[in-house]
């Protein structure tokens, strides 16, 4: 654990955080907390102040709205993420990129590794990148090692967009940007996406915008 003169400018920053009323504000692309990686939690928010600031990710999570959010999202440079996504699309949809609802969830110092090496592309967002999409090729199963809030292990294997999604909040963590594993030529804004490439896979897009799929 660190010391006390190391917790205290992190517990410091979320107790003024939560002074507020609502939802946090979430960082944009070009801050540099999104870049410099985190710390790894090791106790630097005492268990009450914790779950205040867990609690306080998933209301932003939901309000914004989305499927997770890092700690770095919200300008506090620790390894803590929340994933929960309802699931809330069409069958098909659902079917093809393996969208399940996902309860709510606390990742604790998380990192993953891929099961096997098959790889899955599709277009996804960013609440620190509003108003763009991208299609980014990830694993299409990853073994999550992490705690919980309560220091709980956790050791689970996730496939499908639950995968997709635990990838996209760890790599928060390590300072890493969809983007930066991203078709660049694929980058479309949230209207062209409406418009244009609400079909279940990027294929149509991939031809059409002239970039790889795996």
Do not use: K
Request: one cysteine or more.
């Amino acid at each position: 654990m660190g010391t006390p003169s190391e917790r205290a400018p992190l517990a410091e920053r979320v107790e003024e955080l939560l002074a507020g009323d609502g939802p946090l504000p979430i960082v944009a692309a070009g801050d540099p907390v999104l870049r410099r990686g985190t710390a790894p939690f090791d106790g630097q928010l005492e268990p009450a102040l914790l779950a205040r600031f867990v609690e306080a990710l998933r209301v932003t999570m939901h309000a914004a709205p989305g499927v997770g959010l890092a700690a770095p999202q919200v300008g506090v440079p620790l390894r803590i993420a929340v994933i929960e996504d309802p699931a809330p699309v069409p069958q098909e949809v659902a079917l093809v990129r393996g969208r399940v609802p996902q309860p709510f969830r606390v990742l604790v110092n998380p990192s993953y590794e891929p099961v096997g090496t098959a790889r899955a592309a599709f277009f996804e967002g960013c609440l620190s990148v509003p108003g763009w999409q991208a299609v980014v090729a990830r694993h299409a199963e990853v073994r999550l090692i992490a705690q919980d809030e309560h220091g709980r292990a956790v050791d689970e294997v996730f496939t499908g967009w639950p995968a997709r999604i635990v990838q996209h909040e760890t790599d928060h963590l390590d300072g890493t940007l969809y983007l930066d594993r991203a078709e660049l030529r694929s980058l479309s804004s949230d209207r062209a996406m409406a418009e244009r490439w609400t079909q279940p896979t990027p294929d149509a897009a991939a031809s059409a915008l002239g970039f790889p799929l795996p």
